[in-house]
Structure formats: C-alpha cells, structure tokens
C-alpha cells in the first residue's frame, strides 16, 4: 500500500505562484511514476504532469512553460512548481503514485485561481 498526502493550495491572484508537495509513504519504488491531475469543476479528471524512472517528464499542453514537476526520490517526495496561473487553472488537484502493482491516490488540494 502507498498513503499520498498533499499540501500547499489555496486561493492565489491570476499570474501567481503556488507550490504544491505530496509526501508518499508506504511501498516506494523509484521506479514507479509520480504525477499529478487535477479536476476542475464540472470537468473529468486530467493529467497536469508526470514523472517517470530516470526523471523523464510530461505535461499537459495547458500547463507547459508554467508549471515544473520535480522528484526526490531520497523524501519520496514529489512537488508542482505552478507559476503564471490562470483562472482555468482552477481545480482539485490530486496526487498520483503508479506501479505495476498498483495506483494509488491522494485526498486532492484546492487551488482557487481568482481575483
């Protein structure tokens, strides 16, 4: 089993700046990728960025040149530098841990893009 717990939303102005970290715990494999999604209201859930073995990542159309996903593998951590935020970028925005074995989930965080 793998417990993802998020932090860092909250309400930020159009053009911020937020960071956004999930502490993994559990059956870690560096192997396995780390990623986050997000669902904005009335919308499914999409992928924003992720990160693979060997540090290989991908994002969103949406998101690209504005967000940076990073890994330490060493604190199970993994961490969304979101920069130049947009008001559709407004979301629930969920950890994601992904093994052959199994998916796992975090509780979500909101990040509320408005003036």
């Known amino acids: 089993q793998v417990q993802l717990v998020e932090s860092g939303g909250g309400l930020v102005q159009p053009g911020g700046s937020l960071r956004l970290s999930c502490a993994a715990s559990?059956?870690?494999?560096?192997?396995?990728?780390m990623g986050w999604y997000r669902q904005g209201p009335g919308k499914q859930r999409e992928l924003v960025a992720r990160?693979?073995?060997?540090?290989?990542?991908n994002y969103a159309d949406s998101v690209k040149g504005r967000f940076t996903i990073s890994r330490d593998n060493a604190k199970n951590t993994v961490s969304l530098q979101m920069n130049s935020l947009k008001p559709e970028d407004t979301a629930v925005y969920y950890c994601?841990?992904?093994?052959?074995?199994?998916?796992?989930w975090g509780q979500g965080t909101q990040v509320t893009v408005s003036s």
């Open positions: 559990g059956i870690i494999s560096s192997s396995a990728a």
């Open positions: 990160i693979v073995s060997g540090g290989v990542t």
């Open positions: 994601n841990y992904r093994a052959y074995w199994g998916d796992f």
